[in-house]
């Protein structure tokens, strides 16, 4: 039985720590492993001291060395003055890796040498060219102030997820995130009807004929069988996805070294997680079509009731709601409802401010000025839902029976029906471009066709307040008039003006004379350019 050791050699000995500053030069973590080496065979040998007196000896000279090596690392420590948070850890004998480097924060010293102060006289030439955003920002800003906190419901056709739409649909989810930003609640209405069509239409399923009902938007003669509702709830799943990654994704950066390239983005930051989407099948409730004409349409249905209170709970909390034309019943099974008439039937529950339906750019034009009609009445916009529905020579028998206007059609017989003093304030017609949103927003001339409730534009009495308006008008025209004058003027109740949204865009004044009989003359007459 071998005795026990009479002594055990243990030294005190602390690995020695590389700073990571140092380890390219390699001469830190050479002393290093060298040091945790000869602990290692120290610690090896001191058991059989006891037997042989000279490996005492060489004990001792280890424990030199190993003192000789701790000393130099403590000198190189207080050399470059490491922390020990800084310093490397040892972990089973091997040097733990310190991570990524750290780089110095510093700032960048200017060049005082190559600063000038230039005088007055001379800055003007240095100064860059502001272009016309001052004014089109200050014309938005009455818009801003006046749609912040009301709902804007948009309807976005399936075409616009198309892949030749790829860039006109991130164009359109970008304003989408910025009139959330704005203050705008916004509720968007994706259509599946084109992609769901097309994939019936592959699949080879067999149209019920003689059926003149129309499932959805314009699926006619389309039985809402299991398969299909399936195709459905793909394209379902396909259209949120889309519509949640496009808004999401804010503002696409572009390289400022590619001006002139293309057309950059309105803003220079991302808007990611700034706004958020919410998509939910319990935002409305559906109910069969049932039974027409002795053909049972099974899950194609109709739009029963919309959950006002969830929606407008979401949207109070800043989200943007994203819905899809698929809404369970209240037994549970899900229906395909017509995309534009749910659009319509939120809008009017939760009293939108605004209505917009995206079309592939179908427009009513006045032929007198070759101009896309701004807005209208809504009594005039029934007059003319009346003479295209009739074709009273508007258009002809081709143009009638293509899709683009039965789309048109359709839209606005919808925004007639929502457009009401207790339901939608104005109904958009809109075109599909990037900046479409913004432009027919947030500018006097849009970029669509408004229909409105109240008075988009027309004739009225001047108040006090158009006087310098009225002065702007006629200087334009030549007209050295004083500000004064006007006003006096405004007061007696001469000056008229035509007005667009609350913006005088041309004015009048007839002044009354008194002899024989009541004469009035027209004394100036003013419209502003275009």
Request: proline share 5%.
């Amino acid at each position: 039985m071998q005795p026990p050791c009479p002594w055990r050699a243990t030294p005190s000995v602390q690995p020695r720590a590389v700073p990571p500053r140092l380890r390219p030069q390699k001469l830190p973590k050479q002393l290093g492993l060298a040091s945790i080496s000869l602990a290692a065979v120290l610690r090896r040998i001191t058991c059989r001291a006891a037997k042989d007196q000279s490996s005492r000896r060489m004990v001792e000279s280890l424990k030199r060395q190993i003192s000789r090596l701790e000393e130099e690392n403590r000198q190189l420590r207080e050399l470059i003055d490491v922390s020990p948070a800084e310093q490397p850890k040892v972990v089973d004998g091997k040097l733990e890796e310190a991570g990524h480097f750290v780089f110095p924060k510093a700032d960048l010293p200017f060049p005082l040498d190559a600063l000038r102060l230039v005088p007055p006289s001379q800055s003007e030439r240095f100064r860059q060219a502001e272009g016309d955003w001052i004014s089109l920002f200050r014309n938005a800003a009455p818009y801003i102030a006046s749609f912040r906190g009301g709902c804007v419901v948009v309807h976005l056709p399936s075409f616009i997820l198309e892949d030749d739409m790829r860039d006109t649909f991130r164009g359109l989810m970008e304003d989408v995130a910025f009139c959330s930003l704005l203050g705008l609640q916004m509720v968007l209405v994706t259509s599946i009807e084109g992609r769901l069509w097309r994939r019936l239409r592959e699949s080879e399923m067999p149209p019920s004929d003689g059926l003149g009902v129309k499932v959805g938007n314009g699926l006619k003669g389309i039985v809402m069988d299991e398969e299909a509702m399936r195709c459905a709830k793909q394209e379902a799943g396909f259209a949120r996805v889309e519509v949640e990654s496009a808004v999401t994704a804010g503002f696409e950066k572009r390289n400022l070294s590619n001006k002139g390239l293309g057309s950059a983005s309105a803003g220079l930051f991302s808007v990611r997680g700034a706004v958020s989407v919410i998509s939910s099948t319990n935002f409305f409730t559906a109910s069969p079509m049932g039974v027409r004409d002795g053909v049972d349409f099974m899950y194609a249905g109709v739009v029963r009731s919309v959950n006002s209170d969830l929606l407008q709970r979401q949207l109070q909390e800043g989200g943007i709601v994203s819905m899809t034309p698929l809404g369970s019943s209240p037994g549970g099974e899900v229906f395909y409802v017509s995309s534009e008439e749910l659009a319509a039937k939120v809008a009017s529950n939760l009293g939108a401010i605004k209505l917009v339906y995206i079309t592939k750019g179908q427009c009513l034009v006045d032929t007198r000025q070759s101009r896309i009609i701004a807005g209208m009445q809504a009594h005039d916009a029934r007059a003319l839902l009346q003479m295209l529905e009739s074709g009273e020579g508007l258009t002809s028998a081709e143009e009638r029976s293509s899709d683009w206007f039965c789309d048109f059609v359709r839209s606005l017989r919808l925004l007639v029906g929502s457009v009401s003093p207790k339901g939608v304030r104005r109904g958009h017609l809109v075109h599909a471009f990037p900046g479409s949103l913004l432009q027919e927003f947030y500018t006097t001339d849009g970029s669509g066709t408004c229909v409105a409730q109240d008075v988009y534009q027309g004739l009225g009495c001047a108040a006090l307040a158009d006087a310098a308006s009225i002065l702007e008008l006629l200087a334009a025209d030549g007209h050295e008039l004083q500000l004064e004058a006007v006003e006096a003027s405004c007061a007696a109740g001469e000056f008229f003006v035509w007005r667009r949204d609350e913006v005088v865009l041309g004015c009048g004044q007839l002044v009354a004379h008194v002899s024989e009989g009541l004469v009035a003359e027209l004394r100036h007459l003013s419209c502003a350019q275009g």
